[in-house]
């Protein structure tokens, strides 16, 4: 299963923009870049995904490069709300069973 | 907010004993996962169901057997405790492909004493 690499944490100052960065260098054609976020003692939330082209939502921007093989999540105004563990994860097209998460990236954003 | 419900939310038990922890879903999803977390790390695949009486293995199986007789129920059984098994138990459930996005319930604190 291709596999992804986050850094352990990343700080932001508040009404700042916050890029996360996202290592896959082993994705296939058929595996979609997701992103999800997990607050403190809560389940993980969806916040974005896609697969080729970049991709905009009300949470958040993603960002993927030419050759797939990294992504960024952009977040253009970091609040305190936005305070979590970011966790970048690939789901296959043809079999969304193996969806594995790695230990993701601790966001610290500071007033 | 997807149906995804939990059941117990938390639970106290002693080693050696039987658990059996519920995931009940309204949105008639084919996909059920179980993932377990332990304190600082990130989510571990332990099974997934790809529908009724269907299910495969994740990352960390082993002691950890699931059951799924009807769509919108996935139970995870632990047939016999360890302390090992201590963690929060968070189920999740998706449509069948993978550009679908995952829902995850609120979580089972299981405590193996």
């Known amino acids: 299963d291709a596999k992804t690499t986050q850094p352990n944490s990343m700080e932001s100052n508040e009404e700042e923009p916050v890029h996360l960065p996202c290592n896959h260098s082993?994705?296939?054609?058929?595996?979609?870049i997701h992103w999800y976020r997990q607050l403190p003692s809560q389940g993980p939330e969806y916040v974005i995904h896609g697969l080729t082209s970049n991709v905009n939502n009300r949470m958040a921007s993603l960002a993927i490069a030419e050759d797939r093989k990294s992504s960024t999540l952009i977040l253009h105004r970091a609040t305190l709300r936005d305070a979590a563990v970011y966790y970048c994860?690939?789901?296959?097209?043809?079999?969304?069973?193996?969806?594995?998460f790695g230990d993701g990236t601790t966001l610290t954003v500071k007033p | 907010d997807a149906g995804i419900t939990q059941s117990p939310r938390h639970k106290v038990t002693e080693t050696g004993t039987p658990v059996t922890l519920r995931c009940h879903q309204t949105e008639n999803h084919r996909y059920m996962y179980w993932y377990r977390q332990d304190p600082g790390h990130g989510l571990r695949l332990i099974h997934y169901s790809y529908g009724v009486k269907d299910t495969d293995k994740g990352e960390v199986s082993d002691g950890y057997s699931v059951s799924r007789s009807k769509t919108e129920d996935f139970l995870l059984t632990l047939e016999s405790a360890t302390s090992s098994q201590t963690s929060v138990y968070f189920c999740?459930?998706?449509?069948?492909?993978?550009?679908?996005?995952?829902?995850f319930g609120d979580g089972t604190r299981l405590s193996i004493l």
């Open positions: 999740a459930i998706s449509d069948f492909q993978g550009y679908q996005p995952q829902h």
């Open positions: 994860i690939l789901r296959d097209n043809t079999n969304a069973g193996k969806s594995t």
């Open positions: 082993t994705i296939s054609g058929t595996d979609y």
